[in-house]
């Protein structure tokens, strides 16, 4: 059974850091291009990062510069490590692969607030 889990959300100031951890089961893990993805209340998900299989990244504008991407394949593990923070980075976190979805995890909530 496939399963995502993803974790290290929370309340943070602007200009604060946060990373997220996705833990991936049930998948051969290493093979795929992964990302993370977001979705703000009231707006479609969208994709911010992703990184393939060999380790190559990419962004969205938005994020360029202050989110890095990145995998631990012995863990089933993908990384969000966010830095300077803006309000308009809240939302709700998910990971999935990049091409075949699978089941959408619960995701993590990222508040940037004041």
């Known amino acids: 059974q496939v399963q995502l889990v993803e974790s290290g959300g929370g309340l943070v100031q602007p200009g604060g850091s946060l990373r997220l951890s996705c833990a991936a089961s049930g998948i051969i893990f290493s093979i795929y291009a992964m990302g993370w993805y977001r979705q703000a209340p009231g707006k479609q998900r969208e994709l911010v990062a992703t990184?393939?299989?060999?380790?190559?990244?990419d962004y969205a504008d938005s994020v360029k510069g202050r989110f890095t991407i990145s995998r631990d394949n012995a863990k089933n593990t993908v990384y969000l490590q966010m830095n300077s923070l803006k309000p308009e980075d809240t939302a709700v976190y998910y990971c999935?692969?990049?091409?075949?979805?699978?089941?959408w995890g619960q995701g993590t909530q990222v508040t940037v607030s004041s």
């Open positions: 999935n692969r990049v091409h075949t979805k699978v089941a």
């Open positions: 990184v393939t299989s060999g380790g190559s990244t």
